[in-house]
């Protein structure tokens, strides 16, 4: 069964920081490109930041030089260092897991919510 648990979401000030991990399991790692994904209310669920399974990178022009994503392959996780945080960044981040082998794979945490608020 695969699993994908996100973490580390809360409130934060305006100019604040925060880390999101997500750990996998069920799933070879490594295989898969991973990304980090936002809901607004009343928005549609957007890319914030991919890492491929070979560390390439690619982030949304809106938190570009203020999150940086990362992965841990020995421990099946994924990060995302969130800085100087707005608060138009307040959503539910999920986190996604994709490859294609033969077919689409793909799988989805529940998210963790962000706040930026005073």
């Known amino acids: 069964q695969v699993r994908l648990a996100e973490s580390g979401g809360g409130l934060v000030q305006p100019g604040g920081s925060l880390r999101l991990s997500c750990a996998a399991s069920g799933i070879i790692f490594s295989d898969y490109d991973m990304g980090w994904y936002r809901q607004a209310p009343g928005k549609q669920r957007e890319s914030v930041a991919v890492?491929?399974?070979?560390?390439?990178?690619n982030y949304a022009d809106s938190v570009q030089g203020r999150f940086t994503i990362s992965r841990d392959n020995a421990k099946n996780t994924v990060y995302l260092q969130m800085n100087s945080l707005k608060p138009e960044d307040a959503a539910v981040y999920y986190c996604?897991?994709?490859?294609?082998?033969?077919?689409?794979?793909?799988?989805w945490g529940q998210g963790t919510l962000v706040t930026v608020s005073e």
């Open positions: 890492i491929t399974s070979g560390g390439s990178t």
């Open positions: 996604n897991a994709a490859r294609w082998l033969v077919r689409f794979f793909e799988y």
